[in-house]
């Protein structure tokens, strides 16, 4: 196996496990949480589940980035960038952004405190806005993953 195959299968397996991990958190954790009768309950839950999710969330963002960068290097791909052809290109770099400044700048410095204290007064509202937040977050995923595919392999 070459670096570049080697540099594909850790960026795909990033992919799985961090985009994987979010549908799981929109689709079936949130739903579970939102079901838990005492809002307590909820939020301890919640931040349990999200707490253990970060960490792998983050590991999974630096090799998405440093595989995906490595390639775009190697291959000599940094003039796509210049192209809107390429416009899943920048998609992948625009998901990753956002993941990044969530998991790295917003998470740490205000929106773990924010959902807690905004959870104890509002549980209705919060949770639904947070899954409302998550929705968005996997469809993004889910799109540009879908469009990172077909455009590797000419389809777009
Ligand atoms: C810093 C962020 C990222 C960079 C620099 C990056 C870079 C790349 C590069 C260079 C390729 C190979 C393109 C080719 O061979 O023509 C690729 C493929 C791919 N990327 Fe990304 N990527 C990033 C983030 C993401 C994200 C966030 C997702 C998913 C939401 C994603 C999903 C994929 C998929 C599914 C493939 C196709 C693999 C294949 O079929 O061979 N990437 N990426």
């Known amino acids: 196996m070459d670096d570049i195959t080697i540099a594909r299968a850790l960026h795909v397996l990033a992919v799985i496990v961090w985009v994987g991990g979010v549908v799981m958190v929109t689709w079936v954790i949130l739903p579970a949480a939102r079901r838990m009768a005492k809002p307590e309950d909820r939020i301890a839950f919640f931040e349990g589940v999200e707490r253990r999710f970060a960490l792998q969330a983050r590991v999974m963002t ?40 969530v998991l790295f700048v917003f998470e740490p410095l205000f929106l773990h405190r924010w959902f807690v204290e905004r959870a104890r007064q509002a549980p209705e509202r919060t ?13 993004i995923s889910l799109l540009t993953a879908v469009a990172a595919v077909a455009g590797t392999h000419g389809a777009i």
Do not use: E, I, K
């Open 127 to 139: 949770f639904a806005l947070v899954q409302r937040l998550h929705w968005v977050l996997a469809t």
């Open 62 to 101: 630096l090799l998405a980035a440093g595989s995906g960068f490595y390639m775009v290097h190697q291959l000599g791909m940094w003039s796509r960038f210049l192209d809107s052809a390429f416009w899943w290109m920048h998609a992948m770099v625009a998901v990753w952004a956002v993941f990044t400044l």
